[in-house]
């Protein structure tokens, strides 16, 4: 037979009865659920801007705690601790393995140059534990997933511009993982003053070549391309975070409470949260971790292994990165790529028992 044969499209034919294969579906859906999902997400932004309290409200739990200074007496942080908290919340039969990457307290120093420098060494840690793992002799069956699949970056409420440090924080974190950009405590500006607040973050954006999660991708069709032009003229999302319930014509609902009235967390005339929490949860989920593994990982993933294909062999190192795994898995120095000093140390992810922290 030849390859133009095996290369060729295959023609469609009719089938004279039941087969039955188009229960494929169900039977993925059926391993899937028993195998369950990871969902890492990572909040990043500075103190007092209601990070835990966004991740809190958005899985409708109280899942961690503020890092933040809760009164004037209490000693300021020092530095910039990321740490990992793990749940396992279940809905309907579906099990998410959620661990939440908290990053308190950012950009709060006097001097915060290379304030970052310990969320992108986290992000990169958790590609380098995933490659580890995935070129192991004896590899586990299904390799547990530590990758952050989506950063949401707060911004304050000042409503002129972003900050420089913001940019220079969005620039590096938009190269590694799926940024998506919000304003923390939007009910601080009037509808106005949020909608003015936008345009211009939108333009500096533009300005500074800045690309955003969803990314515009050919191989979307046209349902799935008008869904992600409208998120991204919603960016940044204006939201308001609350676990706390109030009455509301009778009815509780999450909001807060101030002396000019109640701010209904869920309305869409109060804030854009609503809109955060599908796009995250019930239409963006498993297109943020395929994102993560075919965009931001594998790219990871060819710069590491064609590094190590040039220091294994520097004289015959191309260029190019044609097929950088059998290079890999050929070569007697293969052991190599075991080495914690190859590709750098891994982080694993923490869990309620223990989590794992960064320091700068």
């Known amino acids: 037979m030849s390859s133009n044969t095996l290369n060729s499209e295959p023609a469609a034919a009719a089938l004279d009865n039941y ?13 899937l659920l028993k195998r369950g999902f990871h969902f890492n997400v990572m909040v990043v932004g500075q103190s007092g801007l209601g990070k835990s309290t966004l ?15 809760l009164a004037a007496d209490e000693p300021p942080r020092q530095t910039t601790e990321i740490q990992t908290v793990s749940h396992l919340i279940e809905e309907h039969g579906v099990r998410l393995r959620l661990n939440i990457v908290d990053t308190p307290g950012y950009g709060d120093q006097v001097n915060n140059e290379n304030c970052w420098e310990p969320i992108i060494k986290y992000i990169k840690d958790q590609h380098s534990a995933y490659l580890r793992k995935e070129l192991t002799a004896t590899r586990d069956r299904y390799i547990q997933d530590s990758r952050v699949h989506c950063c949401l970056f707060f911004i304050g409420p000042t409503g002129h511009a972003l900050k420089p440090i913001d940019i220079v924080v969005l620039k590096k974190l938009s190269e590694v993982v799926n940024v998506v950009p919000v304003i923390a405590k939007s009910d601080s500006l009037t509808l106005e003053e949020r909608q003015a607040f936008k345009q211009r973050i939108k333009a500096e954006l533009v300005f500074h070549n800045i690309k955003l999660y969803p ?146």
Request: overall charge negative; glycine content about 4%; charged content about 20%.
């Open 19 to 31: 087969v039955g294969f188009d229960t494929i579906t169900q039977q993925i859906e059926k391993k």
């Open 55 to 69: 991740v809190n409200t958005i899985f409708a739990s109280h899942l961690i705690e503020s890092k933040a200074r």
């Open 215 to 360: 990314y515009e991708s050919d191989e979307d069709d046209e349902q799935e391309q008008a869904l992600n032009e409208s998120i991204r003229e919603l960016l940044p999302f204006a939201i308001v975070g609350s676990e706390r319930n109030v009455i509301i014509d009778g009815k509780a609902v999450r909001g807060r409470k101030n002396r000019y009235g109640v701010i209904n967390v869920e309305s869409e005339e109060h804030c854009e949260f609503i809109y955060l929490r599908n796009f995250l949860t019930r239409t963006h989920l498993q297109d943020l971790i395929e994102t993560t593994a075919q965009i931001h990982y594998e790219a990871f993933r060819a710069k590491q292994l064609l590094a190590i294909r040039e220091s294994t062999h520097p004289a015959s190192a191309q260029p190019s990165v044609a097929s950088p795994t059998a290079t890999m898995l050929s070569s007697p120095m293969a052991p190599t790529v075991m080495s914690p000093s190859t590709i750098g140390s891994p982080a694993t992810m923490g869990s309620p028992a223990q989590s794992q922290k960064y320091v700068l």
